[in-house]
């Protein structure tokens, strides 16, 4: 043996060991994450509101409240909650560092920020039970 060469092997830098979390960068996929999040989920929410929402009538969660003229503020209410929580998901991808172990948690992070933003339309034009038996003012009398 030489002094320039050791006999101990040494482990390179990058070789992940079992159970730490990789600490590379993954700067591409920090930033096409919450851009990509941003991008898609507002059109496709529209897309599908237009798809749900077409007709003359008012969407099903306006029933209870047509008679008090509430629809306005009720849809508003809904399109506020859901817009709350899509961007504090949104500002929580920014908020992760760029660490590659941490690609799958930003990657359900955005689908859970999409969907809920998905979910206004989908609420919406969900039918809702029982209020068509109430403003027909009959009740359901068992015998």
């Not at 961007?87 to 948690?105: E, G, H, I, N, Q």
């Amino acid at each position: 043996m030489s002094i320039d060469q050791p006999d101990v092997v040494t482990e390179s830098p990058t070789a992940a060991e079992p159970g730490k979390p990789r600490r590379e960068r993954d700067i591409v996929g920090w930033l096409l994450t919450p851009i990509a999040t941003f991008v898609l989920a507002p059109p496709l929410t529209m897309i599908l509101g237009f798809v749900l929402l077409t007709g003359d009538s008012a969407p099903a969660i306006c029933h209870d409240v047509a008679t008090a003229n509430g629809c306005e503020e009720l849809t508003l209410g809904l399109i506020g909650e859901h817009a709350v929580i899509f961007l504090v998901l949104w500002l929580a991808l920014w908020a992760m560092p760029w660490w590659r172990s941490l690609r799958t948690a930003r990657i359900v992070i955005a689908v859970i920020a999409a969907v809920a933003l998905l979910a206004v339309p989908i609420r919406m034009a969900a039918a809702d039970t029982g209020a068509d038996d109430q403003q027909s003012g009959t009740t359901y009398q068992p015998n």
